[in-house]
Structures are given as structure tokens and as C-alpha cells.
């Protein structure tokens, strides 16, 4: 049985840093292309960060670059997203997707295998 679970959401305020996880259950994140993916209220999901299977290869969104990083506890099976310099802007659902294929653009939500439910962060201004 797949499970995946996001966890370390949380209300902060602008300037401030958080860092939301990613844990899977009967998925080696590892072996597969991780993304995550945020949805703003009433906006489309879209794509923040690609972590390439066993590789340290990590993609990100242009509005994260510099603020945003990934990091792979590969004993936990866990990824992390760490936030640094939260903006308003951020507030959204923050969702860990997984795939086994690199076929198509890592942006296209479509062509995740594995989602997990979500963590809300909120940043206040």
C-alpha cells in the first residue's frame, strides 16, 4: 500500500522560513522523480520544485529560486522543502507528487503517479 504524506505546514509571517516534509510508505522516493506542487486559492496547481531519481538534481520554479530548496533524508524516505524569505504570495497547498517516468514535463500535474493530501502554508503580511 502507497501512502505519501506532506506534514509541517503552518502560519508564519513574511520574511520567515518554514520547512514542510514529504513521507512515503511503500514508495523508495529515491527511485522515483519527486516534484512539488503548490495551489493558491483559486489557481491552477502548479509546479515549485523536480528532484531527479538518485541524483542530487533538483529543478525549481523561477518565482523559488533562491528561496526554496530541496533536501532528501534517504533513511526517513522523506523530502524536505525548506522556505526561506516567505512571501504573502506563497500561501497555498503545498502537495509532494511522485512519478516513475521523466518522459514528460515536470511541470504537467498530469503525469504524477503519487499525491499526497497536502499541507496548508499560510504567510501574513
Known amino acids: 500500500h502507497v501512502q505519501v504524506v506532506e506534514s509541517g505546514g503552518g502560519l508564519v509571517q513574511a520574511g520567515e522560513s518554514l520547512t514542510v516534509s514529504c513521507a512515503a510508505a511503500?514508495?523508495?522516493?529515491?527511485?522515483?522523480?519527486v516534484a512539488w506542487f503548490r495551489q493558491r486559492l483559486e489557481k491552477e496547481r502548479e509546479a515549485v520544485s523536480y528532484?531527479?531519481?538518485?541524483?542530487?538534481?533538483?529543478l525549481y520554479a523561477d518565482f523559488v529560486k533562491g528561496r526554496f530548496t530541496v533536501s532528501r533524508d534517504k533513511a526517513k524516505n522523506t523530502l524536505y522543502l525548506q522556505m526561506v524569505n516567505l512571501k504573502p504570495e506563497d500561501t497555498a497547498m503545498y502537495y509532494c507528487?511522485?512519478?516513475?517516468?521523466?518522459?514528460?514535463?515536470?511541470?504537467?500535474?498530469?503525469?504524477?503517479?503519487?499525491w499526497g493530501q497536502g499541507t496548508q502554508v499560510t504567510v501574513s503580511s
Open positions: 528532484t531527479v531519481q538518485r541524483s542530487p538534481i533538483t
Open positions: 507528487a511522485a512519478r516513475r517516468t521523466n518522459v514528460h514535463s515536470w511541470k504537467d500535474n498530469t503525469t504524477y503517479d503519487y
Open positions: 511503500g514508495l523508495p522516493l529515491d527511485d522515483y522523480f
